[in-house]
């Protein structure tokens, strides 16, 4: 929020900078995939350990904002918009944070390995999905200005383009995520069956960690209807 801002000088802190802070910190946990995945795909599990448990740290930061919104977000503060509606947005942001994760801790445990003919696809499939978190972060980090425009006018427009885009980005993983499982289909019968069934289970949660994403910018689409 804008300094010395109307809405600023009535009613004081803006309850929606942690809010931000939170998208922030599960879009960290998500880009921190990136690096995950190299060292799981170059075979250095010293590395991934590493990398995994730096994602842990980050998801309990997350975590901890979490708490810090719900706990401090006023019940008597006026807003345009309710106070449940921001909660449920932290809500679905933290769900990023929670996938990755997952995605870190299964792969670590049982130390699997994207086959070679798949990590190309594989690693780009991951990086649009982040750019869907990425998406996310930038729209959230709009709301302050919605809040000062009483969500009217220009602003709502620029959200509108940017949640436009982010519905863009996740169409995207889901057509990755299609010729991924087709090439996978094609190559199973050689690879040991449970390492397929759990690699299918990967490529499902990269997918829901952009589908996760997406869902900020729909509570936020929710917001701008109200």
């Not at 009613?11 to 995950?36: D, N, V, W, Y």
Request: a negative charge; one cysteine or more.
């Amino acid at each position: 929020m804008v300094a010395n801002s109307p809405f600023s000088r009535m009613f004081g802190r803006s309850p929606i900078g942690p809010i931000q802070e939170h998208i922030s910190k599960a879009h960290e946990c998500a880009e921190q995939l990136l690096p995950f995945i190299d060292a799981a795909m170059a075979g250095d599990w010293e590395e991934a350990k590493r990398l995994q448990k730096a994602l842990s740290a980050l998801e309990e930061e997350a975590d901890r904002l979490k708490k810090n919104v719900r706990l401090s977000l006023p019940k008597s503060l006026f807003l345009p918009v309710p106070r449940n509606d921001l909660l449920d947005i932290v809500t679905v942001q933290d769900k990023v944070a929670n996938r990755a994760k997952d995605i870190a801790g299964l792969m670590l445990g049982r130390q699997m390995m994207v086959p070679a003919p798949l990590q190309g696809a594989f690693r780009r499939y991951l990086e649009r999905s982040i750019e869907t978190s990425a998406q996310a972060v930038k729209a959230i980090h709009e709301l302050d200005e919605l809040l000062e425009t009483g969500f009217r006018g220009r602003e709502v427009s620029v959200v509108e383009a940017m949640i436009e885009e982010l519905d863009k980005i996740e169409g995207d993983t889901d057509d990755l995520q299609v010729a991924l499982r087709r090439a996978l289909f094609k190559m199973e019968q050689d690879l040991p069956p449970v390492d397929v069934m759990f690699l299918y289970r990967v490529i499902d949660w990269v997918g829901d960690l952009a589908d996760r994403a997406s869902r900020v910018g729909s509570r936020l689409q929710l917001l701008l209807a109200r």
